[in-house]
């Protein structure tokens, strides 16, 4: 089993079962959705922001979830392309998933 595998693992193992069960529930509902928001720029097709809470929102609050986005670190790189100067900010965040009924909760490492 390669490493990447063995990770994924461990967070599923460590996942509370009453916030599994209720992501589980919350996928069930929700069903598929379609790519409505397009990249013209970078040339790709995504599910937008606004389809995403709509179909979500609700489903959160019934099943009693939060989700808790927090900042953990930025940094800001200069750097040039042909004759412009871009900054490109990189952020560490994390999300975490919260039973507000028990308390448990699941931790995400993401970054912008």
Same mark, same amino acid.
């Given at each position: 089993?390669?490493?990447?595998?063995?990770?994924?693992?461990?967070?599923?193992?460590?996942?509370?079962?009453?916030?599994? !069960?209720? /992501?589980?529930? $919350?996928?069930?509902?929700?069903? #598929?959705?379609?790519?409505? &928001? *397009?990249? @013209?720029?970078? +040339?790709?097709?995504?599910?937008?922001?606004?389809?995403?809470?709509?179909?979500?929102?609700?489903?959160?609050?019934?099943?009693?979830? !939060?989700? /808790?986005?927090? $900042?953990?670190?930025?940094?800001? #790189?200069?750097?040039?392309? &042909? *004759?412009? @100067?871009?900054? +490109?900010?990189?952020?560490?965040?994390?999300?975490?998933?919260?039973?507000?009924?028990?308390?448990?909760?699941?931790?995400?490492?993401?970054?912008?």
């Amino acid at each position: 089993m390669d490493i990447q595998n063995k990770n994924k693992e461990k967070v599923m193992e460590k996942m509370p079962s009453g916030i599994a !069960a209720k /992501i589980v529930s $919350i996928s069930k509902e929700i069903g #598929k959705m379609e790519q409505d &928001g *397009e990249n @013209i720029h970078s +040339r790709y097709r995504y599910i937008s922001y606004e389809q995403i809470n709509a179909k979500l929102r609700n489903l959160l609050h019934e099943k009693k979830l !939060a989700i /808790i986005p927090a $900042i953990l670190e930025y940094s800001e #790189k200069e750097y040039k392309n &042909g *004759e412009k @100067i871009v900054i +490109r900010t990189i952020v560490k965040l994390n999300i975490r998933l919260a039973d507000t009924e028990t308390g448990e909760y699941v931790d995400c490492p993401w970054y912008g």
